[in-house]
């Protein structure tokens, strides 16, 4: 790959121009100057394009989008070296290197495909927008999805980590805590979770919407989910749990939280012999598990947690009883009841 201008010590040629203002930009140069797009695209930087691209996005709010580009294009940087890349340098045996890459340091191939996606989302923009030829560059990688490693635990596993005494490791209790608590709310998202007002539990119903698909569900409220917001008591807060403790850069606390935590039960599952780690993710495909093999039907699972892709046991309805996704829940709680 040839020698490109290092990135520091100068501003981005992307920034403070929006990513529209720029396509326009380059239209009218390559207009002026009757360039081909061959020609044209030695002399863009894909890394520019893709900060312009991240700009966008957090500027419609789509904050989580925002930070797996940023991530992608992290990740994609450190391989090439923090260099500049130019479209035309971006080919079809760079890209392959990267995955070999990537492999070499373990990562799945599911996270491998997210980082390719990505990347490809980017260059398929830029080809809409006419700085670069498409010459399918990530045709001869892996953008596919596999098959979930199983995430989910036992009942027994749940009943060990109820039961374990933290009392001299707060962080480790809180952690062990919100983990129940997504486990006793039909596996509720951390994101949700953090983001909870005392506002949402009212007359024994917990109402929220999912912010991954703004779909609206309703909880019966249990006694083990009032235990734990008791012995957290957030005071004056308006948010029902110990993740967010102030409305200022509500984000970045959640954000720091989810770290922290994931952290904090990836040792839990540690001292109890799990072999895989515990995460609060793992909360919401054990309540899954656990339903299924309660024989409750798949469609009272997907309503139940908010899943938008079961559209197969949705064809024969519209919309299940609360009553019946309460007694599926009660059901799994008391499973775990000493």
């Not at 360039?35 to 930087?45: H, K, M």
């Amino acid at each position: 790959m040839k020698n490109t201008l290092k990135r520091e010590g100068r501003a981005s040629k992307f920034s403070p121009m929006t990513q529209h203002d720029w396509i326009n930009h380059y239209s009218m140069i390559n207009h002026a100057k009757e360039s081909t797009i061959e020609e044209a695209s030695d002399n863009y930087s894909f890394f520019d394009f893709m900060e312009a691209i991240v700009s966008n996005l957090k500027e419609l709010g789509q904050h989580r989008t925002s930070e797996t580009y940023t991530s992608a294009m992290s990740s994609f940087r450190k391989f090439i070296g923090c260099k500049d890349l130019q479209f035309g340098e971006l080919n079809s045996h760079t890209i392959q290197l990267y995955e070999l890459h990537l492999k070499r340091k373990g990562l799945t191939m599911n996270t491998i495909s997210f980082y390719m996606r990505i990347l490809r989302a980017v260059y398929n923009r830029a080809v809409e927008a006419e700085l670069t030829q498409q010459r399918y560059p990530f045709k001869r990688v892996y953008t596919g999805i596999d098959k979930t490693v199983k995430r989910a635990v036992s009942l027994e596993t749940i009943r060990r980590i109820k039961q374990l005494d933290l009392h001299n490791n707060p962080r480790a209790d809180v952690a062990r805590d919100m983990f129940l608590f997504s486990f006793y709310t039909r596996g509720m998202s951390f994101v949700d979770m953090a983001f909870l007002r005392k506002s949402n539990l009212s007359d024994g119903t917990l109402s929220y919407r999912r912010r991954k698909t703004s779909q609206q569900l309703f909880i019966k409220w249990e006694s083990c989910m009032q235990e734990i917001v008791n012995k957290h008591d957030t005071g004056k807060s308006q948010f029902l749990l110990p993740i967010i403790h102030h409305p200022h850069n509500e984000r970045t606390q959640y954000i720091n939280a989810s770290h922290s935590i994931n952290r904090h039960l990836k040792i839990i599952g540690h001292e109890i012999g799990l072999l895989i780690p515990l995460t609060m993710y793992v909360a919401r495909h054990t309540w899954a598990s656990i339903a299924h093999d309660k024989n409750i039907p798949i469609s009272v699972i997907s309503e139940s947690m908010g899943h938008q892709s079961e559209n197969t046991t949705r064809i024969y309805l519209n919309s299940l009883s609360n009553i019946i996704i309460d007694q599926a829940n009660s059901l799994i709680i008391n499973s775990i009841v000493i």
